[in-house]
């Protein structure tokens, strides 16, 4: 059963489709990113399941009720924003207890809950405090146990590790996973980073000028997007230009521009003769120091990026951008020449045509 | 203090810069000796006259003061009519500082320029629209005859009411500004927040937006009452006999009497009680909570007192109840945007607020006199003024001694303004209430002390009385309008400027100031336009010959209501517009 579900859902601001007509299910205890660019519509559609936006068509159903004009105190919903939005003129305990008050839970139970939330988040000596003595990190705790203290069907993130640094933010996400397998609610969380999308969700929605580019397992979309635009988000790619000379069963084979032909995967049925481009994920290029028959590139210079060191090589037949490969770096490894020429070598499951002419 | 050693003097060659601290010093010392010796030294002789009888010490002024019923009456009511006044305009004016607050940018600057147009439309200009508004042929009095509701004329004016009427009109927009300064630093996601939990709209509004806003409430409050209890303008034209206030004793002390020292007595009283506010204020709220900044919660550890718990259970019981009474209704189903009664209610109040003086517009040209509704179309009150030398002379000496006020005050108050927020010293706070004494003192003191000192050094009746007496009451205006556009300013622009060659006047010419230019140009429209609606200095220290538009219009006002006078209100009306639309089209293409 979904938990929640979306038929058709749109938003308009005057000229311009923040979200185009949207359907989107999600399943119980599922953790699904909204994952995409500013403007891609991904803030409008977690506004219109909150509540906090009215939406122009279709409807949203939560637990199959239809909750499309229900003011947000009315949905089963809890929130995280951005800037956490604690109270700054309650206290902690007070912050936290203060969706159960407006259910009407008995004193009692409010104290014993709040105390197990702050537990739960690891700060069980702050409840006295106020939101502005505290910390980015635990500020962020405080507000992921009071949208989660009332058990919601489904809780809602708006890039919530945003204003974090790097390595509160890893922590964090780790935080949030461990508290959503405790409490098994659902998440819908929004993020413009595709690694937090990439690590935390079940699925990723990935959305691009107000409608789903693609919706699928992180998985997925990294080894099998069906756009440009997704291969290009999610990642580095290399992108080949070529012709799709036959196809059948989600493999292919592709002539490229040195009039080469390789073998692809083709994550969905395309016609004969269509232009595609061949996505390559740098690290699954392997250059092999003797050339010979197959794709030929020469190396322009290399860099160590730290675990892995990154090569730049030209082709002028294959793509127009240079082509970039990467190795783990490692000491015994003999150090590239630039000038010279390599083999490319990948496997064809790791080379996956898509069509070149889609816009975005 | 140990002293500091003075350094030695470095080669003439590679000139070394003023140390930090006496550079400090020379940007404040302007502002420093125009206060001490023009606010500070002759509210001290004041002080000083009030407990002198004769040559010697003596207590026979207060004892007069307090010992006598008539006194003690009109003390009473000036408290009176300041409490009354300051719970009006704050009730009103929240729902307008409210409703500023959240709507979109674009509709917000429409409401705002209404608010500001009343704001600087003079004291003066909206007690006369009054005057005639409530008048026997007034438009208040032939609506209700039009409707029905009375037959003949009813005397609506010489009244506390019609007192309390204008004063609160006079004083929403500044209750509404103070408001606001407070609830757009409320976040908006706050009340959203709440509403995701599960707090239905009314709850949201009184346990999370109200307690918010409630510093807001409590400087409105302090702004309009002491601003409301050094009133003369209002019970004087709109009052009766008996709706006298302290400061109507004061001039009439001085005009009439020549009693200094009973005057100074009353004085330090008014300013007595406007310091005692302020303490009380400061005790019980804090006065941090005036900047803007919301008053830092000290970390009290364990439970919440008795009253902020007794204040909990109110605000609770407000939101049952108001969320009962918004389920009455059905709900609409577009939330976005205001409220429909909110808007209602806040265009109704903003047209209260403007009517009286564009009603008095089509009156200046009315052949009818002052009679609604206006007939005939004539220019002749007009022709009038430009024809009458006393009038033109009190335009061009306002206008004169407005544009130097604003010069000085700008060239008084920037300095200070870059001091106090780029600046790294000690005492900013200090400074920063020092400068903004003026404001709090109410004008009447410095007036009459003013005029003391000015008698004696031969001020009296010359523009440079005038205009170091506006300096004084314009310059905070310019330090905090200025200090407001440094804030915004990104001093790293100054360093990238520098680093790229540019010599620090070269940096201050190309970069600071035509970024900082249209802030700079609004300070010195504001204080322009405070010495060109200010009475009551000039009112003492103007002299006979010498008034300026203002104190003309008094003078004429306490004699005789004419449509000629309508004329000129019109006039300052329009020139203050003017001036309000210039500064936002500065703002906006700043923007």
Avoid at chain 2, 92 to 112: C, M
Avoid at chain 2, 425 to 439: C, N, S, W
Avoid at chain 2, 504 to 533: K, N
Wanted: glycine share 8%; proline share 6%; hydrophobic share 50%.
């Amino acid at each position: 059963m979904s938990t929640l579900e979306t038929q058709g859902l749109g938003k308009v601001y005057g000229d311009f489709v923040a979200l185009a007509p949207t359907d989107l299910k999600v399943e119980k205890g599922e953790f699904l990113t909204l994952l995409g660019p500013s403007g891609s519509g991904k803030t409008t559609l977690l506004s219109l399941i909150a509540g906090l936006a009215e939406a122009d068509s279709g409807r949203i159903l939560m637990n199959d009720r239809d909750v499309t004009y229900a003011a947000p105190y009315q949905r089963d919903i809890g929130m995280m924003f951005q800037n956490y939005a604690l109270f700054p003129h309650m206290t902690i305990a007070e912050n936290i207890a203060f969706p159960l008050k407006m259910r009407g839970t008995p004193a009692a139970e409010i104290r014993r809950l709040v105390q197990e939330a702050l537990d739960m988040v690891r700060l069980p000596h702050i409840a006295d405090r106020f939101p502005k003595e505290l910390s980015g990190g635990q500020q962020q705790r405080v507000a992921l146990a009071r949208c989660t203290i009332y058990r919601p069907s489904v809780i809602l993130m708006d890039e919530p590790l945003g204003a974090l640094d790097k390595k509160l933010r890893d922590q964090m996400q780790f935080e949030i996973l461990r508290i959503h397998k405790e409490i098994g609610g659902t998440i819908v969380y929004v993020t413009h980073d595709q690694e937090e999308a990439m690590t935390m969700s079940d699925r990723i929605c990935l959305m691009n000028g107000g409608r789903i580019a693609q919706l699928g397992s992180p998985a997925d979309l990294y080894f099998r997007p069906q756009s440009l635009f997704v291969a290009d988000f999610l990642g580095e790619a290399n992108l080949l230009e070529g012709r799709l000379v036959s196809g059948a069963d989600g493999e292919g084979v592709v002539r490229l521009g040195d009039a080469s032909e390789i073998r692809v995967t083709l994550p969905r049925p395309l016609g004969q003769g269509a232009a595609v481009k061949v996505m390559l994920r740098p690290q699954n290029i392997r250059l092999e120091d003797t050339p010979g028959e197959g794709l030929n590139a020469r190396l322009r210079s290399w860099s160590v990026t730290g675990a892995s060191t990154k090569f730049f090589l030209e082709a002028p037949a294959l793509a127009s951008d240079p082509l970039i490969a990467t190795r783990a770096t490692a000491m015994s490894a003999r150090a590239p020449e630039p000038g010279r020429d390599y083999r490319l070598s990948f496997d064809p499951r790791d080379a996956v045509a898509i069509p070149a002419d889609e816009a975005a | 203090m140990a002293a500091i050693p003075a350094p030695a003097r470095p080669p003439a060659a590679t000139r070394r810069p003023m140390s930090r601290r006496s550079r400090q010093l020379l940007m404040a010392a302007p502002m420093v000796l125009l206060l001490v010796t023009f606010l500070i030294y002759p509210s001290a002789q004041l002080f000083l006259l009030s407990f002198q009888k004769g040559d010697g010490f003596s207590l026979e002024n207060y004892q007069r003061l307090l010992g006598t019923p008539v006194y003690l009456t009109v003390m009473m009511l000036t408290l009176k009519i300041s409490v009354v006044t300051t719970i009006f305009a704050v009730i009103a004016g929240y729902p307008v500082a409210y409703l500023i607050s959240i709507l979109p940018k674009a509709k917000k600057g429409r409401i705002l320029f209404w608010i500001l147009l009343s704001f600087w439309t003079s004291f003066l200009v909206r007690a006369f629209a009054w005057i005639i508004l409530l008048g026997r042929n007034g438009v208040v009095n032939k609506l209700l005859q039009t409707l029905g509701i009375s037959d003949a004329p009813i005397a609506l004016m010489y009244n506390f009411s019609a007192v309390v009427i204008g004063m609160v009109h006079a004083l929403l927009p500044l209750a509404v500004l103070t408001m606001l300064s407070v609830m757009e630093n409320i976040d908006r996601n706050l009340t959203r927040a709440a509403s995701t939990l599960g707090a239905r709209p009314g709850m949201a509004f009184w346990k999370i937006y109200f307690p918010l806003s409630f510093p807001g409430v409590t400087s409105g409050a302090l702004m309009v009452f002491v601003t409301a209890i050094g009133f003369f303008i209002f019970p004087a034209l709109l009052g009766g006999r008996r709706e006298t206030m302290i400061t109507q004793i004061i001039i009439e002390q001085i005009i009439q009497t020549m009693n200094w020292g009973f005057a100074s007595a009353v004085a330090v009283l008014l300013l007595a009680v406007v310091l005692l506010v302020f303490v009380l204020y400061d005790r019980a709220v804090g006065l941090s909570t005036m900047t803007g900044e919301s008053a830092a919660r000290k970390g009290r550890p364990g439970r919440r007192g008795i009253f902020s718990r007794i204040g909990d259970a109110i605000l609770t019981g407000l939101g049952h109840a108001s969320d009962a009474i918004i389920g009455l209704f059905p709900r609409r189903r577009a939330r976005e945007g205001a409220p429909r009664p909110l808007l209602g209610f806040v265009t109704v109040l903003l047209a209260v607020m403007t009517l009286p003086v564009l009603l008095m517009i089509p009156l200046s040209f009315a052949e009818s006199g002052l009679n609604w509704p206006p007939q005939g179309f004539t220019l002749k009150w007009y022709q009038q003024i430009f024809d009458s030398p006393i009038w033109m002379s009190a335009l061009t000496r306002s206008l004169v001694v407005g544009f130097s006020t604003a010069v000085l005050a700008l060239l008084i108050g920037t300095p200070v303004a870059f001091l106090m927020v780029r600046g790294r010293m000690r005492g900013k706070t200090a400074l920063l209430a020092f400068t903004l004494m003026p404001v709090v003192m109410p004008n009447m003191i410095l007036s009459v002390g003013l005029f003391y000192l000015y008698a004696k050094i031969g001020l009296v009746g010359t523009n440079l009385g005038l205009i170091i007496g506006h300096t004084v009451i314009a310059v905070p205006y310019v330090v905090l309008t200025v200090m407001s556009v440094l804030r915004n300013y990104d001093t790293r622009l100054d360093l990238a400027a520098q680093s790229l060659g540019a010599t620090p006047i070269r940096t201050l010419r190309l970069v600071t100031l035509p970024i900082i230019g249209a802030g700079m140009i609004s300070a010195f429209l504001f204080a322009f336009t405070i010495s060109f609606d200010e009475l009551t200095i000039a009112l003492f220290t103007s002299g006979g010959m010498s008034a300026t538009l203002p104190k003309q219009l008094w003078d004429e006002v306490s004699l005789s209501i004419s449509p000629l006078l309508a004329a000129v209100s019109t006039c300052l009306f329009l020139f203050v517009t003017a001036l309000i639309v210039a500064v936002g089209l500065l703002n906006r293409r700043q923007k």
